[in-house]
């Protein structure tokens, strides 16, 4: 129905452009007892052409173009100029019409009906969005022309009493239906109406995304630093063009002015019928009162619900001089704890680095022995008994890769005897001088005559003591002693529980000793791994 009442419109529109005439007749349909006016869609341009309206119905009909209402009384038509109209229309009103001007004319067939309308127009609203209804404005009269009092339309729904102003807020499935609006016309004291035929149907509002905001400062603390610029965009999407992305600073908007030191400026991109929005907030100084404000962006919208995200500002922290601290006591504690393992364990690491990682001292400084090993007699019995001492030969030399000088071993008695002495002197990188029980030590009584010889090769010296004494400070040899012991290195033997070669006193040895000059075997590189293992855990 819409399409045809579309259609005529058209044709009208064409007709009266072009003002040639249409071979086909406009089809006029109206209810008996309504009003209907014909306009002849030609246009008088000068004062001495008329439209001449004729009449071909069955029974024949006079149109007359007197208006006074004296004769209007027993007629119901009437002709005003271009206007041919019938204000109470019958069955025998029915028939064709023409208009013409000049030598063109205009056709139209009137179909009057008993019963109800049949023309009706179609309107489509959408669920939940205001809807309204416009009374259609074909074939009515030319009020001003025609000296008629236009009254106010009126609309109800078939089948209600109600009246309804044909307006919806909005509109719901509950409105659909058959709506009917009257426009009604007062003309010489009569009342004349002309109803229309409207349906109305809600087709369901389409689902719209719910989120229409996106911002990654939702709800949020955002974190600047006093002073700095900032700028937050905020980012919608719309679905009308009646929607609006703002700021508000608490309750007051924010400008747009990039003049103010807080404003917003807007871009927005059209996508199909969806328009994305982003509104970006500019602070060109962040000061303490941004600081306790709080900024709101606002979507507003004639078509969707309002959303609004807020958010604060708040000061980046600051390190604080607690951490400072904290940072500076930690890394006291961890060098303190550093040096307290280190001094306890520096021996155990020592040895075991060099033992593991094989950190052997090149033999490039030309000495054939790393030690040369030399008894001097203990002031007391707790010196090393010589199967102690044989032990501990054996451990350096076969466990450890030692290579020694042996006094009972490699120095030959005889006239060359402080020769072969001053060599192995000469080519040790370490001189141990081991205590003996008095007069049972090989060479004990050498020590007095090669102390010169000591002190000249700058020997590197390593002591070992007994737990009872100190290092013997009487007769020549304590003498002697006492001299070298200033440059020297201590290790203090303690019987029986230094025999084992976990002993503490056999790692301090090997500490002070210079590495072996030959990588030890790889059976005992893992003992020693061991050794340090338990040591570490201890
Ligand atoms: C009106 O015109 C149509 C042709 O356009 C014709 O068929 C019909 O008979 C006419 N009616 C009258 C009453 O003259
Ligand atoms: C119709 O009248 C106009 C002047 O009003 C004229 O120019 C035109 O030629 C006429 N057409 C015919 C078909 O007589
Ligand atoms: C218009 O109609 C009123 C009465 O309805 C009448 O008094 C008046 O004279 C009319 N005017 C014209 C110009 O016809
Ligand atoms: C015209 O409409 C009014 C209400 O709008 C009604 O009271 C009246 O009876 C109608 N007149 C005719 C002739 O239908
Ligand atoms: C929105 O505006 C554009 C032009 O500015 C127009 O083409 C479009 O039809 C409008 N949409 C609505 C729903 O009003
Ligand atoms: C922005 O503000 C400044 C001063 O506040 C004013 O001079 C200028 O005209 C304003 N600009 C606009 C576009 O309103
Ligand atoms: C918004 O303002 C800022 C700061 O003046 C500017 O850098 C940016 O280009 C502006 N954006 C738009 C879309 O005008």
Request: with cysteine; glycine share 4%.
């Amino acid at each position: 129905m819409m399409e045809k009442a579309f259609v005529l419109l058209l044709l009208l529109l064409h007709t009266s452009s072009t003002g040639v005439c249409s071979s086909e007749p406009e089809e006029i349909n109206i209810k008996a007892g309504e009003m209907v006016a014909l306009q002849c869609p030609y246009q008088s341009h000068s004062g001495d052409t008329r439209w001449v309206w004729t009449a071909y119905t069955p029974q024949e009909m006079a149109l007359t173009s007197d208006t006074s209402c004296a004769k209007q009384g027993q007629m119901d038509v009437l002709v005003h100029g271009r206007s041919l109209v019938f204000l109470r229309a019958s069955v025998k009103h029915q028939g064709n019409y023409s208009c013409s001007l000049g030598n063109a004319s205009s056709q139209f067939r009137l179909t009057v009906y008993n019963t109800e309308n049949k023309e009706k127009f179609s309107k489509i609203c959408t669920a939940e969005e205001s809807c309204t209804l416009s009374c259609p404005e074909v074939n009515i009269p030319d009020v001003n022309t025609l000296n008629m009092t236009s009254n106010p339309i009126t609309w109800r729904k078939e089948g209600e009493s109600l009246p309804n102003n044909g307006y919806f807020q909005s509109v719901g499935k509950e409105d659909k239906g058959v709506y009917i609006c009257t426009r009604s016309y007062l003309y010489c004291g009569e009342k004349y109406n002309m109803t229309f035929t409207m349906v109305l149907d809600v087709k369901p509002k389409e689902p719209r995304k719910t989120e229409a905001i996106t911002s990654p400062y939702n709800n949020d603390v955002f974190r600047v630093d006093l002073g700095s610029v900032v700028v937050i965009d905020c980012k919608a999407v719309a679905y009308s063009n009646f929607t609006e992305v703002f700021w508000l600073r608490d309750t007051s908007f924010v400008e747009t002015n990039d003049s103010f030191p807080v404003f917003y400026n807007s871009t927005e991109e059209k996508k199909m019928d969806e328009r994305k929005i982003t509104a970006s907030l500019v602070i060109k100084k962040v000061s303490e009162e941004d600081l306790s404000s709080k900024f709101t962006c606002k979507l507003e919208s004639d078509s969707q619900m309002s959303v609004i995200v807020t958010i604060t500002l708040a000061q980046k922290a600051r390190p604080s001089y607690v951490s400072l601290v904290a940072a500076i006591v930690s890394i006291v504690v961890v060098m303190t704890v550093t040096v307290v393992i280190y001094v306890k364990f520096k021996i155990d690491l020592t040895l075991f680095l060099r033992d593991t990682l094989g950190c052997h001292r090149s033999p490039s400084d030309g000495k054939s022995y790393d030690a040369f090993l030399l008894c001097y007699d203990s002031d007391t019995d707790a010196g090393l008994k010589d199967c102690d001492r044989k032990w501990l030969e054996s451990v350096l030399e076969s466990s450890y890769g030692y290579s020694l000088c042996l006094y009972d071993r490699d120095i030959l008695p005889g006239r060359a005897e402080a020769q072969a002495v001053l060599d192995c002197i000469e080519n040790s990188r370490a001189v141990v001088l081991v205590p003996t029980p008095p007069d049972s030590g090989p060479g004990s009584a050498l020590l007095s005559a090669i102390h010169a010889a000591l002190v000249e090769h700058q020997s590197h010296l390593v002591f070992i003591k007994t737990e009872e004494s100190q290092v013997p400070s009487s007769g020549s040899v304590g003498e002697a002693l006492q001299l070298l012991g200033e440059a020297g290195d201590y290790v203090t033997w303690k019987g029986s529980s230094s025999l084992t070669s976990s002993s503490s006193f056999l790692k301090q040895l090997r500490y002070y000793l210079p590495a072996p000059q030959h990588p030890p075997k790889h059976r005992l590189l893992l003992q020693t791994a061991q050794d340090v293992t338990s040591g570490l855990n201890v």
